[in-house]
């Protein structure tokens, strides 16, 4: 989610020309046949700005996976098979469905792929336990419950947290009934696609089990949401599950900066190789946010995360972020939890029920 400012692509190479093309001008970009056979598939997401989620079909000898089949509307589902028959395949083609995470822009189609091709879905254990309705099951984990409790444990004034909830409330549908995974991928697991090398690697941090997948024969690497060229991806939206999500992240960062010599294939705006560069820009923008967060808490003294989220700058203007706010708290509050660990700052008040406050340590 683009919250925070987008960088340049200045340090990495754009591979997909057509598709950064295709994002300047604001339209969706071709379907694509890519090195190793694997073909894009760029399918739409209603009223968001990254507009696409590219779809990867990765064929095996007697079928194909997709990995990540977009969000679902019927217009999605068009695209998805207009992708397919592009590649010379139908629907009954598909032998699985690898979700590199639960987001409905990756996951919301996985449903009716599996229904209507009798696919395997496969995704981390981690994040099978992170699916919506999963957590929705769980006494006192209600969504707009706990999204409520954690805002006000930040400080957010009752008003913006009405608001809030009411705007979350009635956004994405479906949610609470996406596809549960029939197989399980763990680190270093092949994706059982017989004709094709593809292993998954568990890079947590955006969500607690999110995965990229290698196929180390044409140096490609699907990177999913872990990294993308220009916008960097939210950290912390999933606080019940997501133990440390800051830290997983940076980490996750280092577990795919040795694949240089791939090309990424990420799962929106465009390819590119440069894969170290990119975690490098990755790494100093999250030190960045640590340093300006730390001044802002100079600046307040004993600010709660709501306060913070306030002064910190984002791609817009605070006041005018909208919905968003909610992704923006939880970054914030990632970064502090970070920060704590690393004993630069303490917690005040962290308790349940109460609001809680950070300060540095005397
Ligand atoms: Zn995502
Ligand atoms: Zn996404």
Not at 225 to 235: C, E, F, G, S
Request: with cysteine; proline share 9%.
């Amino acid at each position: 989610m683009p919250n925070s400012p987008a960088s340049d692509d200045s340090a990495i190479t754009v591979l997909g020309t057509a598709q950064r093309a295709a994002w300047a001008r604001r339209v969706v970009p071709p379907v694509e046949r890519l090195g190793g056979g694997l073909w894009s598939v760029p399918v739409p997401i209603p009223d968001n700005p990254l507009r696409y989620t590219l779809s990867y079909l990765v064929p095996g000898d007697h079928g194909l996976v997709v990995v990540d089949p977009g969000w679902e509307t019927e217009e999605g589902w068009q695209a998805l098979t207009a992708g397919l028959a592009t590649a010379g395949a139908v629907v009954g083609d598909v032998l699985g469905v690898v979700a590199t995470h639960v987001h409905p822009d990756h996951h919301g189609l996985s449903r009716r792929l599996r229904a209507e091709s009798g696919a395997w879905v496969a995704m981390h254990p981690a994040e099978r336990d992170n699916l919506p309705q999963r957590i929705e099951r769980e006494p006192g984990m209600r969504r707009l419950e706990r999204v409520g409790r954690r805002m006000r444990g930040d400080g957010a004034p009752d008003e913006a947290i009405e608001e809030l909830l009411a705007q979350l409330g009635e956004s994405t549908p479906g949610i609470n009934d996406m596809a549960e995974p029939d197989v399980l991928l763990e680190d270093g697991d092949p994706v059982p696609l017989p004709g094709r090398r593809l292993h998954a690697i568990w890079t947590p941090g955006h969500t607690p089990g999110h995965l990229c997948l290698r196929e180390p024969d044409a140096l490609l690497l699907l990177t999913g949401d872990h990294v993308l060229p220009r916008v960097t991806p939210n950290i912390g939206l999933h606080p019940e599950r997501g133990d440390k999500p800051l830290r997983r992240f940076l980490e996750s960062l280092d577990a795919v900066a040795g694949y240089d010599d791939h090309e990424a294939f990420p799962a929106h705006e465009y390819r590119f190789a440069g894969l170290a560069a990119r975690v490098r820009q990755l790494h100093s923008h999250h030190e960045q946010r640590n340093a300006e967060l730390l001044s802002v808490v100079d600046l307040l003294g004993r600010p709660t995360v709501w306060e913070l989220a306030e002064r910190m700058s984002w791609a817009r203007p605070w006041a005018e972020i909208g919905r968003m706010r909610i992704a923006a708290l939880a970054e914030t509050a990632a970064h502090a939890d970070f920060l704590v660990d690393e004993g630069e700052l303490v917690w005040e008040g962290k308790e349940p029920g109460a609001v809680a406050r950070l300060r540095r340590p005397v």
